[in-house]
């Protein structure tokens, strides 16, 4: 009889434990706003709530699949009781919970980031395609939102949606929403197909149209400058200086010119400008060399900048000779592409310029300012103090010493 009686305590003990997996109810959501029409800003909201009539500790791992979404950031999730990592594929994030929910408590988690290939053309029409799961040891509940682009003068009609969702409106935006209950394990794959058209206008706004178009043609001295530009910002989490920069080197046919100061963490970036390579288009790179200089009294001591020695050797052996050059004074962070349109911007080629830091730059598209900022640049190329990569590069007293003696000095700066 005593056995039995300390057996039912134990069990009215450990009864929340044992019957938590059924009090807690997982909600994820995707929500994909479509700003242009290929890129998305992506907000991912996973929800557990304490569904039952006590508390539940709750001690497990939870995996959020990201998929196409890039420069993930957290943006809520609660102050105690949890960490997190996004494994090397970058496909799930990874969250380790410790934390005791109370009777109808939410423990929520919310990520944000952007898809730039959110949706992607065909024939004559835009493809969105997402393929989500359950990694999870418990049923969840999936919705998945995709709000359409906003873009002047432009509407949009639905074809088709797989599987079926729901079609709606959102401050007046089409929207489409599916949803499901995930097993573990189980994935769901969804598509949308849409297309873009001109909006229907008033007679009145046609005829001024073309009023101003006929006044632009009678006055051509309007039309003298075809100057594009925009500025463009990095903010904690990525934004619009990569996308830039990836579709400046995607678009190059003849020659692409960069410099920056330092180049840290380059796979990304090798796997961008080894494409021009082969197909033909001329790669000239000026950064930095691997240290830095450090006032001692009169004179400049170096100091070894590891991050950019390994980049430097992994340039060198990879890139064809001829491609990198090094120079000490070298602080501008440019991107020249066929003589016709420039980034200048104050982020470096590194993950924190481009996607933890505030930085901010300009793109223009103006062949006389992209010729003025190549002449820049061939001054610096040709600079007696800008040195090519060599196997040097593994000794940096050696570099310092070659770029002295091409300078002609043996001590300044």
Known sequence: MKRLVIAFI????????????????????????MTTSEKAKSVVTYTLL?????????????????????????SEMPAEGSTYRITEDEKLIVFQIDHTLSQQEAYVIRLEGIAPNAARRSQNNWGFYWIGENPNDRPISLSVRLLLPRIFLREYEVHSIFPGGAIGDVNGRKSITWSKELQPGESLAISAEYSEKLQTLPIAFLAFVLVGAS?????????????????????????????RMEKMLDHAKKEVLITSMWIFYIDWFLAKVKPLIERGVTLKIVTAPPYELVKSGRRWDISENKRQGFSLRRLHSLLPPGIVKMNENVHSKMIIVDEKEVLVTSANLTHTGLWENYESGVWIKD???????????????????????????????????LILSKRGAKGGK
Do not use: C, M
């Open 367 to 401: 062949e006389r300012l992209a010729k003025s900022a190549k002449q820049y640049f061939d001054e610096l190329w040709n600079d007696r103090a800008t040195v090519p990569l060599s196997e040097s590069v593994n000794d940096p007293q050696a570099v310092r010493d």
């Open 215 to 243: 006044l632009l043609l009678l006055y051509p001295r309007w039309r003298k400058s075809e100057t594009i530009s925009d500025f463009l910002e990095t903010v904690p989490g990525g934004g619009d200086l990569y996308i």
């Open 50 to 74: 304490n569904t039952g009539d006590r508390s539940v500790h709750v001690t497990e791992e939870i995996r959020i699949p990201l998929g196409n979404i890039q420069h993930v950031r957290v």
């Open 10 to 33: 134990l069990l009215t003990l450990l009864l929340p434990a044992v019957v938590g997996g059924h009090q807690l109810q997982e909600d994820l959501d995707y929500s994909f706003d």
